[in-house]
């Protein structure tokens, strides 16, 4: 396990953000942690990623405490948050530069380090150009680039999408997921789009600071939501049927049969899951 957190627990004077939650996180997998805003997401990334101490329990990263050695663990991470820390008056190149020299890296293990970040994030087009004039999708490119600078086993991605259009969601991802699969890094996601945490290997959903579910997208599914056969008859007549396995839609349908004007099936989603289990509830701060 890359991350093992156990009896984590936060608070903010009176404000419990995060209350005793524990869950790991497999080397190599793509792991979303997925909540309403103010759940606690954002507090348990800053402290896994050593921008804030817990008040009590256990975060490892990579085996070495998030606070005890956080020298170690940024060491293993790269991290793309929600807003960007990149100079806008610099080049992408420049500020790639500029970040991989707080990495300690100097001269040509620095421009190797550059280019390599360059070329696999795409960003070459682009590069000489200054981090202000950029779209949204470039920029996000960019973020990335920076984020693995140093090769990090680890990549922390903070709703990375957030704002860009579906085709750029799209592009970002693919870039994502091809990263992952030549280098096995492990991809830590929080995001609001659904079908993104779909592609996850495994999913934590938090609410008031609180796991409330995880597993992986197809066990969340069937125990969080549920399928719905839909028919209408060539009378006219419209039925609708919960479904608790989409195989039980079958002696439905044979019952109907000779009078099936319509049939549909809809299968419920990850959407349905994050609903069902955060609707209704109140933030925390």
């Known amino acids: 396990m890359i991350i093992q957190v156990e009896n984590f627990y936060k608070a903010y004077g009176d404000i419990e953000a995060v209350r005793g939650i524990s869950f790991s996180v497999s080397a190599g997998s793509l792991f979303s942690f ?4 103010g759940a606690g997401k954002t507090t348990t990334i800053n402290i896994l990623t050593t921008l804030l101490a817990k008040s009590s329990g ?3 990263v ?5 606070d005890k050695n956080a020298d170690k663990v940024r060491e293993l ?12 008056l610099l080049t992408v190149r420049e500020n790639l530069a500029v970040r ?8 040509a293990k620095l421009k190797s380090a550059v280019e390599n970040a360059v070329k696999i994030t795409d960003v070459s087009s682009f590069a000489a150009q200054r981090y202000g004039t950029l779209s949204g999708g470039q920029r996000r490119r960019a973020d990335i680039a920076r984020a693995l600078l140093h090769t990090p086993k680890l990549l922390f991605l903070d709703e990375p999408t957030t704002g860009l ?7 970002i991802w693919r870039l994502i997921r091809d990263l992952q699969k030549s280098s096995g890094m492990t991809v830590f996601l ?6 993104e945490a779909a592609e996850s290997d495994d999913i934590v959903v938090i609410s008031k600071g609180e796991i409330k579910a995880q597993g992986t997208p197809v066990e969340l599914k069937s125990r969080y939501c549920t399928d719905f056969l839909k028919i209408t008859t060539t009378g006219g007549e419209y039925i609708e049927h919960k479904l608790k396995r989409t195989v039980d839609a079958l002696p439905v349908i044979e019952q109907y049969k000779g009078s099936i004007a319509n049939v549909e099936i809809i299968n419920g989603t990850l ?9 209704g509830l109140d933030d925390v701060g």
């Open 165 to 171: 259009d579906p085709k750029t969601r799209r592009d």
């Open 34 to 37: 997925l909540g309403t805003n």
């Open 100 to 107: 991989g020299s707080l990495y300690g890296l100097r001269g």
């Open 58 to 60: 256990t975060a490892l």
């Open 62 to 66: 990579g085996g070495f405490d998030a």
């Open 77 to 88: 991470i790269g991290v793309v948050f929600q807003d960007s820390v990149l100079d806008p």
């Open 190 to 195: 929080t995001t609001h789009y659904m079908e």
């Open 271 to 279: 959407e349905d899951v994050f609903l069902n289990l955060t609707e």
